[in-house]
């Protein structure tokens, strides 16, 4: 079971990044002082958060990388161009194939006892 985290932001710098805090690990740390073990209060775990440029082709939601992670591990894989993300809920080619996809599973699944 994971221990349950309270981070939270703590500054957020409106350009792509933002700093994290997480006070559940704040309290006595040992540090080492001038060669010298003491301890010391911690304000806790401190983390900074950036978006960066993409890498890879995409369609500005979803890099083509990940998009292509499934391909060889199922039965059906459908590679489309010509619009972005968002657009894609409206394309009708789109709406076809994620229709497809339903009824090929819903054919598939198991009938209740």
């Known amino acids: 079971m994971c221990a349950k985290r309270n981070?939270?932001?703590?500054?957020?710098?409106?350009?792509?990044?933002?700093?994290?805090?997480?006070?559940?690990?704040?309290?006595?740390?040992?540090?080492?002082?001038?060669?010298?073990?003491?301890?010391?209060?911690?304000?806790?775990?401190f983390y900074r958060a950036w978006l960066s440029d993409k890498d890879d082709a995409g369609d500005a939601t979803v890099p083509a990388h990940s998009g292509l992670a499934p391909r060889t591990h199922v039965p059906f894989f459908a590679q489309m161009r010509g619009f972005e993300h968002q657009g894609s809920y409206k394309d009708g080619p789109v709406q076809a194939v994620t229709l497809y996809s339903l009824i090929s599973l819903a054919c598939k699944a198991e009938k209740p006892a």
Not at 8 to 37: H, K, Y
Request: proline share 3%; with cysteine.
């Open 7 to 45: 981070a939270v932001i703590s500054t957020d710098l409106m350009r792509g990044g933002c700093e994290i805090r997480d006070p559940q690990s704040a309290g006595s740390v040992w540090v080492n002082r001038g060669g010298v073990g003491v301890t010391a209060q911690s304000q806790g775990s």
